[in-house]
């Protein structure tokens, strides 16, 4: 079991950056970040293997989003740069205990952080 923990949500102006945090309890073999808009159903992100060497983005955040992870503290990121009032959803980290390629399918992740609402105004 797997526990994550995110933080760094919050109200910004369209244009600004925001940086969410989410600690996890023990190792994966990968991590994403997903996103639920308001009405909308969730939708992929971003991902990161344990090891940080393999990344995988939604068209909607490329150049705009950036994964990383921090093994020592078992801590995946997500910087958000630009962001837009399309950004604007509840913010969920995730893992995947399982070996395998980064895949963008939230059946795929086994543990669900409870989620950090972000909210960009025009």
């Known amino acids: 079991q797997v526990q994550l923990v995110e933080s760094g949500g919050g109200s910004v102006q369209a244009g600004d950056s925001l940086r969410l945090s989410c600690v996890a309890s023990?190792?994966?073999?990968?991590m994403g970040w997903f996103r639920q808009p308001p009405g909308k159903e969730r939708e992929f992100v971003a991902a990161?293997?344990?090891?940080?060497?393999?990344?995988y983005y939604a068209d909607s955040v490329k150049g705009r989003f950036t994964i990383s992870i921090d093994n020592a503290k078992n801590t995946v990121y997500l910087q958000m740069n630009s962001l837009k009032s399309e950004d604007t959803a509840v913010y969920y980290c995730?893992?995947?205990?399982?070996?395998?390629?980064?895949?963008?399918?939230?059946?795929?992740?086994?543990?669900w952080g409870q989620g950090t609402q972000v909210t960009v105004s025009s």
């Open positions: 995730a893992a995947d205990r399982d070996y395998g390629p980064i895949v963008p399918q939230t059946t795929e992740y086994d543990y």
């Open positions: 023990g190792r994966a073999y990968a």
């Open positions: 990161i293997n344990w090891s940080g060497y393999s990344t």
